[in-house]
């Protein structure tokens, strides 16, 4: 193999001189190429002889050097482009602007609107004969002249402006949140480099601008970017399960199967691959390209299925790469279901907006129908008219009015502005994370971030800088405390460890000078290998002349370092035809393999068992315990003849002769102590998982502060915690490892298997009052379960390998662990915002529903017009949900416990300042309505005629409506019952544009609305009751906030579910085809009237029989077939394990559950489905009553394993 590599740099100028004229003939064409990709192991053996030669053969028609790699002028690397495509798979279209907005305008709310605008737009152009004020009653006449029923179009056409506003700012929002998912997908594309030979130097170029012709550097961890055929391998071993689906490791080699293909990973070794197939040619590309051409044909057909769903639809597309699911899961996509991606907390929020939707819908109802009735009973039963064929027209105009007065009600009541500040509040979180060194893969990881509990941490280059060096040695018999002086070791010696050091690590890892003129030489490639190579330097050697004597392609065979190994071994064929083993690895495991050590004078002496002891106590166990890595470096002869069997690795790891153990420092990174500290305080607790010696790792853990002097703690060995935790049978016990994690601070020589069992174990565990949230940092191939198996897996962005950011949901882009303290920082602070604008947002509901609904049937007219109804829902949905969501996080946010995953989303504290600020806007709206005639001395605007212009009246409710709204908004800044409301404000620039803007806009509907708003110009002194009103708001929620919440037991019910009510049966089956929750009860309102009777006589025979505050023991329906369709897709993606979440009304969650582990077959073939897996509160028997257990004591025999 070597003589034929070499040989190849001979023709390579030759060729290119005598080619370079017609540079677009190659050898090969496009379609001969893809078609040899399709071929597999010998068969493409066979074909690269028969066709080509050899492989070198295959890089002359590639016009390419297998040592050397491309030239790179940028001509010819141009001219491949064009001819072989360009290595990048195009992405799906986003979304239109015009598309956007057709989405926005789906919502049934507005749809309806839009319907009752147009219907009065009709009716006010429509002008009946004759004299019809008389005929038609005196609820009709009053004082209209004619300019004024000339202006009657105007309400209509405002209503129809200020939808089309609604529907502008909703497709706006999503369209950036569209455009910034694209942003992070392309930096996630951008920050991977792969590294290939061109012009005989190994550069790193973006996966993008890789050619076919290129020669790449494959190495283990890589996730191979393009196809390939293998040119030279060492050991290699790639999974190729996402492309075959068999999770077996397939072991490559030149001479039986070469072919690489794109989207594998590296599990084990390295090698050079000859690039053959890029972009859309290559095995995922075709694979791409086929999905993308059977999307468009799907997509025709399911245009109809594809209405019901909102802009969620598409918005995750592109992060989800790292759960391509199996085949299942892609018939499931296929079948025309939009992917939704909901996190815990968008569950709760959908949730919450349903059951305040279902009250807002009930209460417009009712004020049609009561405003209905009023006019009819008055017209034809007291004033005792006909209904006459010409005055239809005029009562029609009323019924209109009405309906349009219900709808805005139900405008109001519903809170789309929810699901907009959760995504708001995310993306924004997401953007400014990225700053902080995190890039978020996927969104709702930033949220669980904020409920982590626990985190499990390497310790390398994560609690470390990486950056090894070598301190002490052990040479020849004497122990140096620094780096020795070279001329004092024995020179045989000193020759052995420069040779074994150069030779037996991988050519990758090399030191460069500086890029500073004072800053420390660049380690490059593995970092260990990096200390070494340091080392030899320190030494006064040079370990390139010794690889260019040996140059990669003359390694006779390489054992490459893996988690079974813990050691890496390369062979050498001699000038005598013997071999030569170098091998390097964790000390105590290479040294009991080592029969012999050199002496002081550089000779081999016997070195048995008792010497090993006592080396281990006298060197090894006084460097672990100043903290460092101890790596033993031996060697072994064979002879030439009888070659040695070298695939039976277990003849050939032994008898090794012990030439140095070196002690290598990895300095604590000066910001993680700090770092760990804020986590304990934050009451998160930190574990440290690695693979090092145990002194080594505790003495690192103390330095970090995981364990501090005087705490009971443990710190185990991988073994010793297999052996506790596995019962006779070798089988993981839970309660074994309960016993075990809450304790346990160091976890060292583990494996990963190890680090999966201890993190899966922490998140099932039963121990404690909630389930634990667990983040677990990786950056090796072998972490990839681990990571996926925790509810928020942290690669690492420099050291990580692809296959651990495939698995990871954020990435570190600066390997540091302060990094994660940040993350959790964000995660909470997307929950307070929420929160913050859910305080707000329900005031203004409460309010604005009682105010339309006592104010429709006491003067028959609602005080707030329907379009200043649709001015209030824009600010608070809107424009609130910008501000409120992007308040920056504090430190303050790591000063409390993490909230736990069944927090009500709404605290005592909040429930308190709701109603306390309901109750003051509700007092100041009334006694304006009632009383504001008489008090600012103007025309009362109850009772107006149908047409009549606005008054002074109702203008100054509605200004002092939204004033208090303005004010309100600043008191919601706060949730945990702060005094100091303004504290920070000014670190918010959005808040402060956003409050001030709108007060602008507010002056100007005011002074120059006019009819369109109802709105008459305001003097100056009613402006300044106005405000003095609004700002009442900030005096009342310093009242509020004195007010102990714990004095206040009726609030306790508020935050959490009080009755385990029941989805009607009809509901269930009625339409299993929709997803859309909000929308879906809109259209229930009929079943929901006929239910109102039968729920309150049960709940009356409940309270009864219980007075307790849980309702559990409610006979449910029986359900036999039907399950929530919340369940039903993938696209809800509820997290590993949901427990038991309260909210407003716990309704939903419970029997969801129920009913889908009721119904569904066991084995259930969506892999997202693991809301069964562990912590929830499930009713296993529906029909029967009362077999749920308390909140806190999940049934926890279901296990559905990933």
Same mark, same amino acid.
């Given at each position: 193999?070597?003589?034929?590599?070499?040989?190849?740099?001979?023709?390579?100028?030759?060729?290119?001189?005598?080619?370079?004229?017609?540079?677009?003939?190659?050898?090969?064409?496009?379609?001969?190429?893809?078609?040899?990709?399709?071929?597999?192991?010998?068969?493409?053996?066979?074909?690269?002889?028969?066709?080509?030669?050899?492989?070198?053969?295959?890089?002359?028609?590639?016009?390419?050097?297998?040592?050397?790699?491309?030239?790179?002028?940028?001509?010819?690397?141009?001219?491949?482009?064009?001819?072989?495509?360009?290595?990048?798979?195009?992405?799906?279209?986003?979304?239109?602007?015009?598309?956007?907005?057709?989405?926005?305008?789906?919502?049934?709310?507005?749809?309806?609107?839009?319907?009752?605008?147009?219907?009065?737009?009709?009716?006010?152009?429509?002008?009946?004969?004759?004299?019809?004020?008389?005929?038609?009653?005196?609820?009709?006449?009053?004082?209209?002249?004619?300019?004024?029923?000339?202006?009657?179009?105007?309400?209509?056409?405002?209503?129809?402006?200020?939808?089309?506003?609604?529907?502008?700012?909703?497709?706006?929002?999503?369209?950036?949140?569209?455009?910034?998912?694209?942003?992070?997908?392309?930096?996630?594309?951008?920050?991977?480099?792969?590294?290939?030979?061109?012009?005989?130097?190994?550069?790193?170029?973006?996966?993008?601008?890789?050619?076919?012709?290129?020669?790449?550097?494959?190495?283990?961890?890589?996730?191979?970017?393009?196809?390939?055929?293998?040119?030279?391998?060492?050991?290699?071993?790639?999974?190729?399960?996402?492309?075959?689906?068999?999770?077996?490791?397939?072991?490559?080699?030149?001479?039986?199967?070469?072919?690489?293909?794109?989207?594998?990973?590296?599990?084990?070794?390295?090698?050079?691959?000859?690039?053959?197939?890029?972009?859309?040619?290559?095995?995922?590309?075709?694979?791409?390209?086929?999905? @993308?051409? +059977?999307?468009?044909? #799907?997509? !025709? &057909?399911?245009?109809?299925? %594809? *209405?019901?769903?909102?802009?969620?639809?598409?918005?995750?597309?592109?992060?989800?790469?790292?759960?391509? @699911?199996? +085949?299942?899961?892609? #018939?499931? !996509? &296929?079948?025309?279901?939009? %992917? *939704?991606?909901?996190?815990?907390?968008?569950?709760?929020?959908?949730?919450?907006?349903?059951?305040?939707?279902?009250? +807002?819908?009930?209460?417009?109802?009712?004020?049609?129908?009561?405003?209905?009735?009023?006019?009819?009973?008055?017209?034809?039963?007291?004033?005792?008219?006909?209904?006459?064929?010409?005055?239809?027209?005029?009562?029609?105009?009323?019924?209109?009015?009405?309906?349009?007065?219900?709808?805005?009600?139900?405008?109001?009541?519903?809170?789309?502005?929810?699901?907009?500040?959760?995504?708001?509040?995310?993306?924004?979180?997401?953007?400014?994370?990225?700053?902080?060194?995190?890039?978020?893969?996927?969104?709702?990881?930033?949220?669980?971030?904020?409920?982590?509990?626990?985190?499990?941490?390497?310790?390398?280059?994560?609690?470390?800088?990486?950056?090894?060096?070598?301190?002490?040695?052990?040479?020849?018999?004497?122990?140096?405390?620094?780096?020795?002086?070279?001329?004092?070791?024995?020179?045989?010696?000193?020759?052995?460890?420069?040779?074994?050091?150069?030779?037996?690590?991988?050519?990758?890892?090399?030191?460069?000078?500086?890029?500073?003129?004072?800053?420390?030489?660049?380690?490059?490639?593995?970092?260990?290998?990096?200390?070494?190579?340091?080392?030899?330097?320190?030494?006064?050697?040079?370990?390139?002349?010794?690889?260019?004597?040996?140059?990669?392609?003359?390694?006779?065979?390489?054992?490459?370092?893996?988690?079974?190994?813990?050691?890496?071994?390369?062979?050498?064929?001699?000038?005598?035809?013997?071999?030569?083993?170098?091998?390097?690895?964790?000390?105590?495991?290479?040294?009991?393999?080592?029969?012999?050590?050199?002496?002081?004078?550089?000779?081999?002496?016997?070195?048995?068992?008792?010497?090993?002891?006592?080396?281990?106590?006298?060197?090894?166990?006084?460097?672990?315990?100043?903290?460092?890595?101890?790596?033993?470096?031996?060697?072994?002869?064979?002879?030439?003849?009888?070659?040695?069997?070298?695939?039976?690795?277990?003849?050939?790891?032994?008898?090794?002769?012990?030439?140095?153990?070196?002690?290598?420092?990895?300095?604590?990174?000066?910001?993680?102590?700090?770092?760990?500290?804020?986590?304990?305080?934050?009451?998160?607790?930190?574990?440290?998982?690695?693979?090092?010696?145990?002194?080594?790792?505790?003495?690192?853990?103390?330095?970090?502060?995981?364990?501090?002097?005087?705490?009971?703690?443990?710190?185990?060995?991988?073994?010793?915690?297999?052996?506790?935790?596995?019962?006779?049978?070798?089988?993981?016990?839970?309660?074994?490892?309960?016993?075990?994690?809450?304790?346990?601070?160091?976890?060292?020589?583990?494996?990963?298997?190890?680090?999966?069992?201890?993190?899966?174990?922490?998140?099932?565990?039963?121990?404690?009052?909630?389930?634990?949230?667990?983040?677990?940092?990786?950056?090796?191939?072998?972490?990839?379960?681990?990571?996926?198996?925790?509810?928020?897996?942290?690669?690492?962005?420099?050291?990580?390998?692809?296959?651990?950011?495939?698995?990871?949901?954020?990435?570190?882009?600066?390997?540091?662990?302060?990094?994660?303290?940040?993350?959790?920082?964000?995660?909470?602070?997307?929950?307070?915002?929420?929160?913050?604008?859910?305080?707000?947002?329900?005031?203004?509901?409460?309010?604005?529903?009682?105010?339309?609904?006592?104010?429709?049937?006491?003067?028959?007219?609602?005080?707030?017009?329907?379009?200043?109804?649709?001015?209030?829902?824009?600010?608070?949905?809107?424009?609130?949900?910008?501000?409120?969501?992007?308040?920056?996080?504090?430190?303050?946010?790591?000063?409390?416990?993490?909230?736990?995953?069944?927090?009500?989303?709404?605290?005592?504290?909040?429930?308190?300042?709701?109603?306390?600020?309901?109750?003051?806007?509700?007092?100041?709206?009334?006694?304006?309505?009632?009383?504001?005639?008489?008090?600012?001395?103007?025309?009362?605007?109850?009772?107006?005629?149908?047409?009549?212009?606005?008054?002074?009246?109702?203008?100054?409710?509605?200004?002092?409506?939204?004033?208090?709204?303005?004010?309100?908004?600043?008191?919601?800044?706060?949730?945990?019952?702060?005094?100091?409301?303004?504290?920070?404000?000014?670190?918010?620039?959005?808040?402060?544009?956003?409050?001030?803007?709108?007060?602008?806009?507010?002056?100007?509907?005011?002074?120059?609305?006019?009819?369109?708003?109802?709105?008459?110009?305001?003097?100056?002194?009613?402006?300044?009751?106005?405000?003095?009103?609004?700002?009442?708001?900030?005096?009342?929620?310093?009242?509020?906030?004195?007010?102990?919440?714990?004095?206040?037991?009726?609030?306790?019910?508020?935050?959490?579910?009080?009755?385990?009510?029941?989805?009607?049966?009809?509901?269930?089956?009625?339409?299993?085809?929709?997803?859309?929750?909000?929308?879906?009860?809109?259209?229930?309102?009929?079943?929901?009237?006929?239910?109102?009777?039968?729920?309150?006589?049960?709940?009356?025979?409940?309270?009864?029989?219980?007075?307790?505050?849980?309702?559990?023991?409610?006979?449910?329906?029986?359900?036999?077939?039907?399950?929530?369709?919340?369940?039903?897709?993938?696209?809800?993606?509820?997290?590993?394990?949901?427990?038991?979440?309260?909210?407003?009304?716990?309704?939903?969650?419970?029997?969801?559950?129920?009913?889908?582990?009721?119904?569904?077959?066991?084995?259930?073939?969506?892999?997202?489905?693991?809301?069964?897996?562990?912590?929830?509160?499930?009713?296993?028997?529906?029909?029967?009553?009362?077999?749920?257990?308390?909140?806190?004591?999940?049934?926890?025999?279901?296990?559905?394993?990933?």
């Amino acid at each position: 193999m070597g003589d034929m590599t070499n040989s190849a740099v001979d023709f390579y100028p030759k060729n290119q001189r005598g080619e370079s004229n017609h540079a677009g003939e190659f050898g090969c064409s496009l379609n001969e190429l893809r078609s040899f990709m399709e071929l597999r192991g010998s068969e493409a053996v066979q074909k690269i002889q028969d066709t080509y030669g050899d492989m070198n053969g295959f890089c002359r028609r590639l016009k390419t050097s297998p040592t050397e790699g491309l030239a790179g002028n940028p001509a010819d690397l141009e001219n491949r482009r064009q001819t072989f495509g360009r290595n990048f798979i195009p992405p799906k279209k986003p979304k239109t602007f015009l598309q956007l907005i057709w989405e926005a305008l789906q919502d049934v709310t507005l749809i309806i609107l839009e319907l009752a605008a147009i219907i009065s737009l009709g009716l006010s152009f429509y002008q009946p004969p004759g004299e019809r004020s008389e005929m038609c009653g005196s609820a009709a006449g009053g004082v209209e002249d004619e300019g004024e029923s000339e202006a009657g179009w105007i309400e209509g056409a405002a209503i129809l402006l200020s939808v089309i506003c609604v529907v502008f700012v909703t497709a706006f929002n999503d369209w950036s949140k569209e455009k910034q998912f694209r942003g992070l997908q392309s930096r996630i594309e951008q920050e991977q480099k792969f590294a290939v030979v061109r012009g005989g130097q190994v550069i790193q170029i973006p996966v993008s601008e890789i050619v076919t012709g290129d020669i790449a550097q494959i190495k283990y961890g890589d996730l191979l970017p393009a196809d390939g055929i293998l040119i030279q391998g060492n050991d290699l071993k790639i999974d190729e399960s996402s492309l075959t689906g068999e999770s077996d490791h397939v072991r490559k080699s030149a001479d039986k199967d070469p072919m690489l293909l794109s989207g594998t990973h590296v599990m084990e070794g390295s090698g050079k691959m000859l690039v053959s197939a890029v972009g859309v040619n290559s095995q995922t590309g075709i694979i791409f390209t086929l999905l @993308g051409a +059977g999307g468009e044909e #799907e997509e !025709k &057909k399911d245009k109809k299925a %594809k *209405k019901q769903d909102g802009a969620a639809a598409m918005e995750m597309q592109p992060l989800k790469s790292a759960e391509g @699911g199996d +085949g299942d899961d892609k #018939e499931k !996509k &296929k079948s025309g279901t939009p %992917k *939704k991606e909901k996190s815990v907390l968008q569950g709760k929020l959908t949730k919450l907006a349903v059951q305040i939707g279902k009250a +807002g819908l009930v209460m417009s109802a009712i004020t049609v129908i009561i405003l209905v009735l009023y006019f009819a009973i008055d017209t034809f039963v007291i004033q005792k008219l006909q209904w006459l064929p010409e005055c239809t027209p005029v009562y029609i105009q009323f019924f209109v009015k009405f309906f349009i007065i219900g709808v805005t009600v139900l405008v109001v009541a519903v809170p789309e502005g929810l699901p907009l500040a959760v995504t708001i509040s995310l993306a924004y979180s997401v953007k400014k994370m990225m700053k902080d060194n995190n890039l978020v893969r996927h969104l709702d990881a930033c949220e669980t971030m904020g409920n982590a509990t626990a985190i499990c941490s390497d310790k390398t280059g994560t609690l470390t800088t990486n950056r090894m060096t070598v301190v002490q040695a052990y040479v020849g018999d004497v122990h140096y405390k620094e780096v020795p002086d070279p001329d004092t070791l024995p020179s045989k010696s000193l020759d052995m460890l420069v040779n074994a050091i150069s030779l037996n690590s991988a050519y990758t890892s090399k030191i460069l000078p500086p890029e500073k003129e004072v800053g420390l030489p660049r380690q490059v490639g593995n970092k260990t290998e990096c200390g070494l190579l340091g080392f030899v330097l320190d030494l006064k050697r040079d370990y390139q002349t010794v690889r260019d004597q040996t140059p990669e392609e003359k390694l006779y065979k390489v054992y490459t370092f893996n988690s079974e190994r813990k050691s890496m071994s390369t062979v050498i064929k001699m000038q005598d035809g013997s071999f030569r083993m170098y091998s390097k690895g964790a000390s105590e495991i290479v040294l009991k393999k080592c029969s012999n050590i050199l002496n002081t004078a550089g000779e081999a002496r016997v070195f048995r068992p008792r010497d090993r002891d006592e080396m281990v106590k006298k060197v090894i166990e006084p460097m672990a315990c100043d903290g460092l890595r101890t790596i033993c470096i031996a060697f072994r002869d064979f002879p030439g003849s009888p070659e040695p069997d070298w695939d039976n690795e277990n003849n050939i790891l032994i008898d090794l002769t012990c030439i140095a153990v070196v002690g290598i420092e990895d300095p604590v990174r000066p910001e993680v102590p700090e770092a760990i500290r804020k986590c304990q305080r934050a009451g998160i607790t930190v574990r440290m998982v690695t693979g090092d010696n145990i002194n080594t790792a505790r003495a690192i853990a103390i330095k970090c502060g995981i364990i501090n002097p005087g705490e009971d703690f443990i710190c185990l060995e991988g073994k010793d915690f297999n052996r506790r935790i596995r019962n006779e049978k070798g089988e993981v016990e839970q309660e074994r490892i309960d016993k075990i994690w809450p304790k346990l601070r160091v976890l060292a020589r583990s494996s990963p298997t190890d680090k999966h069992t201890l993190v899966k174990g922490i998140i099932d565990s039963l121990h404690g009052e909630r389930r634990q949230v667990v983040a677990v940092t990786g950056d090796g191939t072998n972490d990839g379960p681990a990571l996926k198996k925790a509810d928020v897996g942290f690669a690492m962005g420099i050291a990580g390998t692809d296959v651990a950011k495939e698995a990871s949901d954020i990435i570190l882009t600066d390997d540091n662990f302060s990094s994660i303290v940040k993350a959790v920082m964000w995660g909470r602070n997307v929950y307070d915002s929420i929160s913050k604008f859910l305080q707000f947002q329900l005031t203004v509901n409460v309010v604005a529903v009682i105010v339309a609904f006592t104010g429709a049937c006491i003067t028959q007219d609602s005080p707030l017009k329907a379009v200043q109804m649709l001015w209030v829902n824009l600010i608070m949905d809107t424009f609130a949900s910008l501000a409120l969501a992007t308040e920056p996080p504090t430190e303050a946010l790591l000063m409390r416990k993490p909230y736990g995953r069944n927090k009500p989303l709404i605290s005592r504290t909040m429930m308190k300042n709701i109603l306390g600020h309901g109750i003051y806007q509700l007092t100041v709206i009334f006694t304006l309505l009632f009383a504001g005639e008489t008090i600012f001395n103007i025309d009362s605007g109850r009772n107006a005629p149908l047409h009549a212009p606005p008054s002074e009246h109702y203008t100054i409710i509605f200004n002092t409506f939204v004033l208090m709204q303005l004010f309100n908004e600043i008191n919601a800044r706060k949730i945990h019952g702060e005094k100091n409301v303004f504290d920070g404000i000014f670190r918010n620039p959005i808040f402060c544009s956003i409050v001030f803007g709108t007060f602008a806009i507010q002056i100007v509907i005011i002074q120059f609305g006019g009819k369109p708003f109802s709105c008459i110009p305001l003097q100056i002194d009613q402006w300044l009751w106005c405000i003095v009103l609004g700002v009442g708001e900030l005096l009342w929620g310093q009242i509020i906030s004195s007010i102990p919440t714990n004095r206040l037991k009726f609030l306790k019910e508020a935050g959490h579910g009080t009755q385990k009510d029941d989805i009607p049966e009809e509901e269930l089956n009625e339409d299993a085809e929709e997803i859309d929750h909000a929308e879906r009860e809109l259209r229930r309102g009929q079943i929901l009237w006929f239910r109102g009777l039968n729920r309150i006589q049960t709940q009356i025979r409940v309270v009864k029989a219980f007075r307790s505050s849980l309702y559990e023991g409610l006979e449910k329906p029986e359900s036999k077939s039907s399950i929530h369709n919340f369940m039903t897709h993938p696209e809800f993606r509820i997290d590993d394990s949901q427990p038991h979440i309260p909210l407003i009304d716990d309704t939903d969650i419970e029997e969801d559950v129920a009913l889908k582990q009721n119904s569904s077959p066991p084995s259930s073939p969506n892999k997202n489905n693991n809301a069964i897996d562990s912590g929830i509160n499930l009713t296993t028997d529906t029909s029967k009553s009362a077999t749920s257990s308390s909140p806190g004591s999940p049934l926890h025999s279901l296990e559905t394993s990933l």
